[in-house]
Antibody
Framework: EVQLVESGGGLVQPGRSMKLSCAAS????????MAWVRQAPTKGLEWVATISTSGGSTYYRDSVKGRFTISRDNAKSTLYLQMNSLRSEDTATYYCTEGYGMDAWGQGASVTVSS | DIQMTQSPSFLSASVGDRVTINCKASQNINRYLNWYQQKLGEAPKLLIY???SLQTGIPSRFSGSGSGTDFTLTISSLQPEDVATYFC????????FGAGTKLELK
């Protein structure tokens, strides 16, 4: 059974950094692209970033380009999202997802950006 | 960017009812449309992929149809355990989600 478990969320001040992790199991992690999706309170879901199987290609939505970095460690079956220069509008639950079609999702990690 | 318009945003139905939820894309997305179910406090679960393919383990009362710009998720006979929020995702060009449909029992 595919399992994705996010960690690393919490409360952070504007302008500071936070790193999310997603531990994957139940599938061959290195064979699948991975992505982060977020959902702000009372808002819809939005795609944040995607990484290729090797990690050699990464893609971001415009609003996080230059601030967020998606990465992966295939040896550890773990996906990461380094978030720098955080803004209040980054407050959301962040989900990691598996595959081109986002076949499986974690339960999410809550990130609150507030002073 | 492709926009996804999902309707209705809220739906109340009785056990045994046939329920339909719609998603309309702002441009042709072929069949690159998935449907998900999210129950309170749980991870979203893939129900239908590529518009009409039932994900393994999902009950056959769920079905999907459509192509191009107009898509429908149908629950043929609503069960109590189907109370959830449903949303669509287009993955033809990057990713865009529908706003979600909250389904409750009447």
């Amino acid at each position: 059974e595919v399992q994705l478990v996010e960690s690393g969320g919490g409360l952070v001040q504007p302008g500071r950094s936070m790193k999310l992790s997603c531990a994957a199991s139940g599938f061959t992690f290195s064979s699948f692209p991975m992505a982060w999706v977020r959902q702000a309170p009372t808002k819809g879901l939005e795609w944040v970033a995607t990484i290729s199987t090797s990690g050699g290609s990464t893609y971001y939505r415009d609003s996080v380009k230059g601030r967020f970095t998606i990465s992966r460690d295939n040896a550890k079956s773990t996906l990461y999202l380094q978030m720098n220069s955080l803004r209040s509008e980054d407050t959301a639950t962040y989900y990691c997802t598996e595959g081109y079609g986002m076949d499986a999702w974690g339960q999410g990690a809550s990130v609150t950006v507030s002073s | 960017d492709i926009q996804m318009t999902q309707s209705p945003s809220f739906l109340s139905a009785s056990v045994g009812d046939r329920v339909t939820i719609n998603c309309k894309a702002s441009q042709n997305i072929n069949r690159y449309l998935n449907w998900y179910q999210q129950k309170l406090g749980e991870a979203p679960k893939l129900l239908i992929y590529n518009a009409n393919s039932l994900q393994t383990g999902i009950p056959s009362r769920f079905s999907g149809s459509g192509s191009g710009t107009d898509f429908t998720l149908t629950i043929s006979s609503l069960q109590p355990e189907d109370v959830a929020t449903y949303f669509c995702l287009q993955h033809n060009s990057w990713y865009t989600f529908g706003a979600g449909t909250k389904l409750e029992l009447k």
